[in-house]
């Protein structure tokens, strides 16, 4: 069964550095999505991409992230100097635009620790 | 603007027990609602779905749910809990509108022997 991947799945950081997270969907989805949730909180949205553009954002997603289908499979979220609290599980979902296009299917996530 | 609230963020049943999480949710407009499952360590599983077809929803693992407007709930119970049901419980909510999941804070379901 196809199934959406994420590298690395634990990543470890300093405070201001650059990380980037990757994520590959199922093949035939075209709506990607990042959520994070912080340990021992709810799920949050952060960003949905289709057509090569950003559809939505929420206020968490400011000027310090960013994201990228660099090819045809990849999915990346960006985040250029990393605080203390972008300390967090970073899921990447995708979902169809045909049959079940309500359900998004989750990675497997990606722990992100800054020191 | 959508929202979910899961009453009690821990709940403990016996093996062979009712499971019964509740889920609440508030939006304008009908909206699609999930369960999913998050074992220790590991990623998000879809557990089940409402989408505005039949208001009872079976899914995996013998788990179902009840979409019930007038109470605007979404209630997810299993017959006979296992120990292999032990995990975390994430009711979310989303708009055909805008897409993105909104999610509850969570049900930590313990399963004692």
């Known amino acids: 069964e196809p199934e959406v991947t994420q590298t690395p799945s634990h990543q470890v950081t300093q405070m201001g550095q650059e990380v980037i997270l990757r994520c590959v969907p199922i093949?035939?989805?075209?709506?990607f999505y990042w959520y994070r949730q912080i340990l021992g909180q709810k799920v949050e949205f952060l960003v949905s991409f289709y057509n090569n553009e950003i559809s939505e954002k929420s206020e968490i997603f400011d000027d310090q992230f960013s994201v990228e289908r660099p090819d045809g499979s990849n999915f990346t979220l960006k985040i250029r100097s990393t605080k203390l609290e972008d300390s967090a599980m970073y899921f990447c979902a995708s979902r169809p635009t045909t049959g079940s296009q309500e359900t998004q299917y989750f990675g497997p996530g990606t722990r992100l620790l800054v020191l | 603007a959508q929202s979910v609230t899961q009453l009690g963020s821990h709940v403990s049943v016996s093996e062979g027990a009712l499971v019964l999480l509740r889920c609440n949710y508030s939006?304008?407009?009908?909206?699609?609602l999930f369960w999913y499952v998050q074992y220790p360590n590991q990623g998000l599983q879809l557990l089940l779905k409402y989408t505005s077809a039949a208001t009872l929803v079976k899914g995996i693992n013998g788990f179902e749910a009840e979409f019930k407007k007038s109470e605007t709930s979404f209630h997810l119970t299993k017959p006979s809990a296992h120990m292999s049901d032990a995990a975390e419980y994430f009711c979310?909510?989303?708009?055909?509108?805008?897409?993105?999941?909104?999610f509850g804070s969570g049900t930590q379901l313990t399963v004692l022997p």
């Open positions: 093949s035939n989805h075209l709506y």
């Open positions: 979310a909510v989303s708009v055909p509108s805008a897409r993105q999941l909104t």
């Open positions: 939006s304008s407009v009908p909206p699609y």
